[in-house]
């Protein structure tokens, strides 16, 4: 039996990174190869997620070996944001802004976001405008938009409007469209919710509510423990784990790992602002698959 786990890992641009782990070792060296390979520094908001049998997605546990986590291949994971940071002016990478604005992107496509149709529009214009430039009438002409498959299913009618919006947009870099991108959504409804699946049933001035299964159950209650650590708290401690034949452990021994916001803040304060070297990768460019 082979000792190596043969992982793909889907990074948000839509292309794949190829990593070999030992199956014994900590989900944390994936983790630290995929940040290498981006060359993200901010890695607290970002997480990796994947899919049990049932097709429900987990997050992957850095502190656990993947073998705990995953019975049976294949071992395919997503790059996503897993912490939200209330304002994009908290962010201090280039690159964290970035791939910020992909996940949004995402979750705009997957109407995870509200919003008026206008708003919208001058979301995904900025996103233009961070891949084409300024608008020219003889370069793109009225159907350059058509060149995007994420908006393949946008009538002709909001895609206009979007074309109005990007010629409004003129002089700013893609930098500059990620802070102007994030700035407006972040003030949307529904902007960085976790949302989770539960029944309920109400009785007299009470109200219950239960997760389908154990797993989901457990997936919610270490939500509410990584956000409540990372928002709420200026520390935490690390994070240790209880020998498996403790007589005495009783109850979840899960606890958040990563920095906290407030010591990312204080990170990024003392650092200054930086602009890590990174590939943006364009929409209408072939994705190729990397091996790391």
Not at 155 to 184: M, V
Not at 191 to 196: K, L, P
Not at 242 to 249: G, T, V
Request: hydrophobic share 35%; glycine share 6%; proline share 3%.
């Amino acid at each position: 039996m082979s000792e190596v786990l043969a992982c793909q890992v889907e990074i948000l641009d839509g292309s794949t990174v190829s990593i070999d782990v030992n199956k014994r070792a900590r989900a944390e060296y994936i983790f630290s190869e995929v940040f290498r390979h981006l060359g993200l520094e901010e890695t607290d908001y970002f997480g990796l997620q994947f899919e049990d049998h049932k097709h429900v997605n987990h997050w992957l546990d850095p502190l656990k070996p993947i073998r705990k986590q995953m019975k049976r291949g294949p071992y395919n994971f997503l790059f996503r944001v897993k912490l939200y940071p209330v304002d994009p002016a908290y962010l201090f990478d280039d690159a964290t802004k970035y791939f910020l604005s992909l996940q949004v992107k995402e979750d705009l496509l997957h109407q995870k976001l509200v919003c008026s149709e206008a708003t919208r529009a001058k979301l995904f214009s900025y996103l233009v405008q961070g891949e084409y430039g300024d608008y020219d009438a003889a370069e793109h002409g009225g159907t350059y938009l058509d060149e995007l498959s994420y908006l393949d299913e946008f009538p002709p009618e909001f895609k206009q409007k979007i074309l109005d919006q990007h010629k409004t947009n003129r002089g700013l870099l893609p930098a500059e469209c990620d802070k102007k991108f994030l700035e407006l959504a972040c003030r949307l409804e529904r902007y960085g919710m976790d949302v989770h699946r539960v029944t309920g049933a109400t009785h007299t001035e009470v109200v219950l509510f239960g997760c389908q299964t154990k797993a989901l159950c457990k997936d919610l209650w270490k939500s509410c423990v990584e956000h409540h650590s990372f928002f709420r708290s200026v520390n935490v401690a690390p994070a240790k784990r209880p020998s498996s034949n403790s007589l005495f452990r009783r109850g979840s021994t899960f606890r958040y790992s990563g920095r906290t916001q407030y010591r990312l803040l204080r990170d990024g304060t003392l650092g200054g602002k930086k602009k890590t070297k990174f590939e943006r990768i364009s929409s209408r460019t072939r994705i190729t698959r990397k091996t790391i």
